[in-house]
């Protein structure tokens, strides 16, 4: 069975590309990539068909992690098709819930903060680097690679014993 996993931010040109782009590097490593279909989105629409930003992309390069993405907008179809949404902060987090609330019953993703599966980070929000220096395009790579580690293990676990 393939879990369907969707990472979403503001514009998808930085964080979420970014988050799409390193489950996909680690899911390749253990050789579990038949086992998830994994995209990415973004709750604004003002970048939609571009490719993640250029800055991001360097950065990711630099550890070996290609970013294959193309800017598109949340849509509410999106919330009955995967099975997790993980969002970069919280307000991502209400607008995607939001969204969720008028959908209805239909929406049965289960949708969270991306960094609740973090197990080293002491911050629940990926902050947006669009506007800083080259650090913030780092220190997101080092947030998302903590939490998609968690977020396999988290999915990969047997359910509780009763
Ligand atoms: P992202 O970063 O949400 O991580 O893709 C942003 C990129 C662009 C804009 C905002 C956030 N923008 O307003 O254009």
Redesign the pocket.
């Known amino acids: 069975m393939t879990t369907k996993l969707l990472f979403v ?9 970014a988050a799409e782009g390193v489950f996909l590097h680690l899911i390749e490593q253990r050789k579990l990539t038949d086992q998830f279909l994994v995209d990415s989105a ?1 709750t ?1 629409g ?2 939609v068909g571009n490719p993640a ?1 250029r800055r991001m992309q360097a950065a990711a390069k630099r550890r070996g992690i290609d970013l294959p993405s193309r800017a598109r907008q949340l849509e509410r179809s999106d919330l009955e098709s995967f099975d997790h949404i993980l969002t ?1 902060d919280q307000d991502n987090l209400r607008n995607v819930s939001s969204m969720a609330k008028e959908f209805g019953p239909r929406s049965t993703a289960n949708i969270r903060l991306m960094l609740s599966h973090a197990r080293r980070a002491d911050t629940l929000e990926v902050p ?3 506007y800083g220096g080259e650090q913030g395009f780092e220190h997101v790579l080092d947030l998302l690679e903590d939490a998609c580690e968690g977020l396999l293990d988290d999915l990969l676990a047997p359910p509780p014993q009763r």
């Open positions: 931010c503001l514009g998808n040109i930085c964080r979420s590309p973004g604004g003002w970048h930003d970069m947006d680097p669009y």
